[in-house]
């Protein structure tokens, strides 16, 4: 296990041929455009991985906080207390550098409307009336949300006060 991907890469253990979104047909009985699925793959992972640091992360800063007092009521020598001090400033540290629970929020926001891209082309919903348009559309049109999501990712990144934010950024395509 390592920091960087808390566990096993889930991508290892399931294709995208085991979600729900990949069995999904077009209208006319078509499959999902090859690079769909891989974005659609990839935002699901991040998702789990992020949500998974922002877990780890609160509960660890949560019960070394919790300890120290503890500690130093139940007699620990001065050093106990003083080490779980530090591991609770180091993990805040962490939190605020890696920003789990932003990315989490930001990457499960973009998950879903990539999924609703991918429903509502394959009911041939608007914008997706046209056969012989609609797989290109849906390609474009989820390319524009990763944009916009990296887009969103380096707002973030230059202004450290940004969150996630709630609403789609402008650089977010339009909703059909």
Do not use: C, K
Not at 6 to 21: E, I, L, M
Not at 82 to 92: D, Y
Not at 107 to 125: C, K, N, P
């Amino acid at each position: 296990m390592t920091i960087a991907s808390f566990g096993p890469d889930p991508a290892a253990h399931s294709s995208a041929a085991d979600h729900w979104w990949a069995r999904l047909r077009g209208p006319h009985g078509e499959g999902l455009p090859p690079s769909v699925p891989e974005r659609i793959s990839w935002y699901e992972i991040q998702a789990r991985r992020h949500r998974l640091g922002h877990h780890l992360s609160e509960a660890a800063v949560l019960l070394l906080g919790a300890a120290v007092p503890a500690t130093i009521a139940a007699g620990a020598p001065a050093v106990v207390p003083a080490v779980l001090g530090a591991l609770v400033a180091a993990g805040t540290g962490a939190r605020q550098l890696f920003r789990w629970g932003d990315n989490w929020i930001r990457h499960s926001r973009y998950l879903v409307q990539l999924q609703g891209e991918v429903v509502a082309w394959s009911t041939g919903a608007a914008p997706y009336q046209d056969r012989a348009t609609a797989g290109t559309l849906l390609t474009t049109r989820v390319e524009e949300l990763v944009r916009a999501e990296s887009g969103d990712w380096v707002g973030m990144l230059t202004d450290p006060s940004r969150h996630p934010p709630t609403e789609p950024s402008r650089n977010s395509p339009p909703s059909p």
